[in-house]
């Protein structure tokens, strides 16, 4: 069965600092994966995805930035955090053989900027 | 308007209570649509996925308004265990990836 890995689970991190939010996924080869942040107040927000290695999609302009280094690697990261960068982040891939829409998530980061 | 916009509650009902939600698309080329149910700090999980003709999962019964451009979810006979924010999520066309509304959150009451 597939199992998506986050890490790390929580972490508190000083404005200006940099930060690095790691995915795997296991049981399922070349998934479409997602990168989403929930912010107090705001909702599931999209924020990367990727069809593939080395292929990454933006939804919304920030000083964040993605890569997908490995089929099964996702990785969020930003050179400078912000305030508002605060929030849960949530990896996410489609089930094999399921539809688009039928998201499973990893147990997601927590992340909290000071 | 926002994509997908829902009442963001709290509703709170006695155990035993039928409780429905609603959420409006604003795409009315929406093709996908889906219920996440999200316990505090915790990731979404499918709930169920709505299809054009309704459909029923035990307590659970989903239904699409493509005339009125929404969707529902009505929870028959509320369990403590159902207390939790339910999220719907769009997919407005093609490849294009879920858009989720902000949660309606329920909280059953003893």
């Known amino acids: 069965s597939q199992t998506i890995h986050q890490w790390p689970a929580t972490l508190v991190q000083p404005v200006g600092s940099p930060l690095s939010l790691e995915c795997t996924v296991e049981?399922?080869?070349?998934?479409?994966l997602y990168w989403y942040r929930q912010a107090a107040g705001r909702g599931l927000q999209l924020l990367f995805y990727?069809?593939?290695?080395?292929?990454i999609s933006s939804e919304v302009p920030q000083n964040l930035s993605a890569s997908r280094p490995q089929d099964r690697q996702f990785i969020l990261s930003s050179k400078k955090l912000l305030l508002s960068d605060s929030g849960f982040y949530l990896c996410a891939c489609p089930p094999s053989g399921r539809v688009a829409g039928e998201l499973f998530f990893g147990e997601g980061s927590r992340l909290t900027v000071l | 308007r926002k994509e997908v916009e829902q009442d963001p509650g709290p509703f709170n009902v006695p155990e035993g209570a039928t409780v429905a939600f609603n959420c409006t698309y604003s795409?009315?080329?929406?093709?996908?649509f889906f219920w996440y149910r999200q316990d505090c700090r915790k990731e979404p999980k499918l709930l169920m996925s709505v299809y054009s003709s309704g459909n029923e999962d035990g307590r659970f019964t989903a239904q699409l308004n493509r005339a009125s451009q929404y969707i529902s979810l009505l929870i028959r006979d509320s369990k403590l265990s159902d207390s939790a924010t339910y999220l719907c999520a769009v997919i407005s066309s093609g490849n294009t990836p879920l858009v989720f509304g902000k949660g309606t959150r329920l909280s059953v009451i003893a």
């Open positions: 990727s069809v593939g290695i080395g292929q």
């Open positions: 049981g399922t080869s070349n998934p479409n």
């Open positions: 795409n009315s080329a929406s093709q996908s």
